[in-house]
């Protein structure tokens, strides 16, 4: 079955999938197969910043999208943007259906539902 919507919530050590339905949310949570860790050394080789994300992880949230018809995609730094970096490289058939990047901190997952709620409305209502 389509879900109308989904959102992402991710950053470098999980990523959380809401699928909205006509009268609940699933939620699934998908964590990389191994985890980045910031690096505080300055003069390392990487000069301080975290590795590449590993596309493993970005695949296994493509997979839990399939089924969205839109979806948006939040986050309080880089992996959302390497996420969308990653869409935009190979994942084309995501790339018509994401309407949305936005930096939110880190919400509960009742934080994260509510704002995606008020997101697809004002979307919605816009189109």
Known sequence: MKNHHAAVWLDHEEARVFLFHQD?????????DKPHHHLHNKSDPKGGRRASADPHFFEGIAKHLEDAAEFVVLGPATAKLEFVKWIHKGAH??????????????PTDGQIIAYAKKYFRAADRMR
């Open 24 to 32: 609940d949310v699933d939620l699934v949570k998908v964590h990389p």
């Open 93 to 106: 058939g995501l790339e018509p259906r994401l309407v949305g990047v936005e930096t939110v901190d880190h």
